[in-house]
């Protein structure tokens, strides 16, 4: 799975990933944070969420990493917003009052660029890579954001029946891929009504991950 797996998603129109509602996991449980307002949280593979909308509502601040510029360009139009556009080596950042949205590929996003956050809000970053690219994926997410505390989302079924993404992951998994920088704390899990694709059962669990 490489970027033009997901460009090539993004321009078909094929992002059944993407939601039209405020998730329901943030909503339900942002308070387990316990953060103050103005707090930033980091936002990975972000692509044009409402949840972004929903935080910056809540007085929030927001940085995100995506890849694909034409999910960017579409999340400030839902905004009503015009960012400032620069470009920063491999990188281009997309900026406005408390939203920063860098694209690009995230493994080239460094600590400095993407400055100091208060949380990650991971609800399709990690599930989306396949399991070669998740261990990786942790190792950097911890590099660039200090091992802040996550709020992260995942979905568990038998892979054998379908194939993602979303990528089932496993608790096992999060505690090899976390474990040693995170405490795991499991705050909800419920079934998909219908099943995953409406075919396979599959069960979705919310994270607080802390130090």
């Given at each position: 799975m490489d970027s033009d797996?997901?460009?090539?998603?993004?321009?078909r129109g094929d992002i059944g990933f993407h939601e039209q509602q405020v998730n329901p996991a943030l909503v339900g449980n942002m308070e387990?944070?316990?953060l103050i307002k103005g707090s930033r949280l980091f936002l990975p593979?972000?692509?044009?969420t409402q949840d972004i909308a929903w935080l910056l509502a809540q007085g929030y601040r927001v940085v995100g990493a995506e890849l694909s510029k034409r999910a960017i360009n579409e999340l400030f139009q839902q905004l009503n917003v015009t960012p400032d556009i620069t470009e920063a080596g491999e990188l281009t950042r997309y900026s406005a009052n408390n939203i920063d949205?860098?694209?690009?590929?995230?493994f080239n996003l460094g600590a400095n660029s993407l400055g100091a956050v208060d949380a990650i809000y991971d609800r399709a970053a990690l599930v989306a890579l396949p399991e070669e690219m998740r261990q990786r994926y942790?190792?950097?997410?911890d590099a660039i954001c200090h091992s802040v505390q996550q709020l992260l989302v995942t979905c568990e079924y038998n892979q054998q029946l379908h194939d993602g993404?979303?990528?089932?992951?496993s608790e096992q998994e999060l505690q090899r891929l976390y474990g040693n920088q995170y405490q795991l704390n499991r705050l909800a899990q419920d079934d998909i009504a219908g099943g995953f694709k409406g075919k396979v059962a599959a069960t979705i669990s919310v994270w607080h991950l802390h130090r």
């Open positions: 797996f997901w460009h090539q998603k993004w321009e387990s944070l316990n593979l972000c692509g044009k949205i860098w694209a690009g590929d995230i942790a190792i950097h997410l993404p979303p990528f089932s992951v």
